[in-house]
């Protein structure tokens, strides 16, 4: 039982349409045993697959901060209600919390946009050894920043690029961007968690009518829905223009969540364990301290 996650890759050079992608995709087995023993079965042998993983990246997740070679840098983009608070919750619940550090952007301070658009993701961004997830990113600048023009006023830019030329310009420094990041050992792993129209008002309806859950509606999620074309062409945009060969995106069908948790749990630990990383290797001199420190610990 397992998921191909290289279906949901975005080709570097792809044209991306959404309507290509189906939102309530689920593989297979899963099909069959729905089939046979109900949808029940079908989540209990989801998350045993999402419990595996997440053992699988608890494991790894020692070797990658002891190995100290690399950082991991995880994207999660989707319109509200698309599941990402959910993914992180789900699927990190089993790494240490000293090594991973989840960061969620919201309206930009003065401070921020003082500087550059990237400025302040580029200090919130993974050290060596240790994973960082945004929820939302950097892509929120060629996203509601397009959707949105009063928000790009706010940033006080320079006149001269405009029109076309200025997303293009910004898809551009975000893919040298990823790339200065993967050259200096940062890998950069993108999803985007495409739920459907219908589901996101199932979802945003249970916010409203759970009294627990009430919290997390904001009459901005109906501002936002209401320009839902206008964001499913930002973002068919984007995903063509910022799927490299470096750091590709990944279209999770999110309309089932346990698809998404599971896809990107698998996603994740596969990209580890292709690192191929080391324990490190101690000398001959640390070895023979070691022995020494254990017949001190011994005598006492």
């Not at 939302?136 to 001269?160: C, H, N």
């Not at 199932?202 to 839902?228: G, H, I, N």
């Not at 080391?278 to 420190?293: I, M, T």
Request: glycine share 4%.
């Amino acid at each position: 039982m397992s998921l191909d996650t290289e279906d949901f890759k975005v080709p570097a050079g792809k044209t991306v349409n959404l309507k290509d992608y189906d939102s309530c995709w689920a593989p297979k087995w899963a099909k069959k045993q729905e089939e046979k023993d109900g949808k029940k079965a079908v989540k209990e042998q989801a998350l045993k697959l999402l419990k595996a993983n997440r053992q699988k990246l608890s494991e790894l997740q020692e070797l990658f901060w002891a190995s100290n070679t690399y950082s991991l840098l995880i994207v999660l983009q989707g319109m509200d209600a698309a599941g990402k608070d959910s993914t992180i919750s789900h699927v990190m619940s089993g790494v240490n919390p000293q090594g991973c550090q989840v960061t969620s952007f919201k309206t930009p301070s003065a401070e921020e946009l003082d500087h550059d658009f990237l400025w302040r993701h580029t200090k919130a961004l993974p050290e060596r050894g240790s994973i960082g997830i945004f929820n939302r990113s950097y892509y929120e600048d060629v996203l509601i920043v397009k959707v949105r023009p009063e928000v790009l006023a706010a940033q006080k830019l320079p006149t001269g690029d405009e029109g076309k030329l200025f997303w293009n310009h910004r898809y551009e420094d975000i893919n040298m961007f990823e790339r200065h990041l993967i050259r200096n050992g940062t890998v950069v792993l993108k999803f985007f968690l495409n739920v459907s129209k219908k589901r996101q008002k199932q979802r945003l309806l249970e916010r409203l009518e759970t009294p627990a859950k009430e919290w997390k509606f904001s009459l901005t999620d109906l501002s936002e829905r209401s320009k839902w074309d206008d964001y499913m062409a930002a973002y068919q945009e984007m995903l063509s223009k910022t799927s490299t060969e470096w750091a590709p995106w990944y279209i999770i069908p999110a309309d089932k969540k346990w698809v998404a948790h599971a896809s990107i749990s698998e996603v994740i630990v596969s990209k580890i364990k292709q690192l191929d990383l080391k324990y490190p290797v101690l000398s001959r001199e640390q070895c023979v301290a070691l022995k020494k420190a254990k017949i001190e610990l011994e005598k006492e």
